[in-house]
């Protein structure tokens, strides 16, 4: 089972990009998803995270309004709009896979997921 995160890199703060996390080796269209992010030297923190069909989203008051979390469960795939990015948005951005099948909750705590992508790199100029 494997989670794959891309769409990182380096942009300009006020730009935006766009994370793609692709599952493989099972799926996961009926399972909540998230993202989450960790900076040098502090934790790993929720960022977002959306049902299993995609009828509800939740993120915490500082990427409210510029981050938008979506899926193609046809694809199994999550994305991460990122729009007004700024230099405290940096971090390397994880996808997770929570295993509780067709749940309409909103889960936002590490422990609650169960499977991770290996994290992508985000970098945000100023």
């Known amino acids: 089972v494997q989670l794959v995160e891309s769409g990182g890199g380096t942009v300009q703060a006020g730009g935006s990009l766009r994370l793609s996390c692709a599952a493989s080796g099972r799926t996961f269209s009926s399972t909540a998803m998230g993202w989450f992010r960790q900076a040098p030297g502090k934790e790993r923190e929720f960022v977002a995270v959306i049902t299993w069909s995609g009828t509800r989203t939740y993120y915490p008051d500082s990427v409210k309004g510029r981050f938008t979390i979506s899926r193609d469960n046809a694809k199994d795939t999550v994305y991460l709009q990122m729009n007004s990015l700024k230099p405290e948005d940096t971090a390397v951005y994880y996808c997770?896979?929570?295993?509780?099948?067709?749940?309409?909750?909103?889960?936002?705590?590490?422990?609650?997921?169960?499977?991770w992508g290996q994290g992508t790199q985000v970098t945000v100029s100023s």
């Open positions: 997770a896979a929570e295993d509780v099948q067709h749940s309409n909750y909103l889960f936002t705590r590490r422990v609650d997921y169960d499977y």
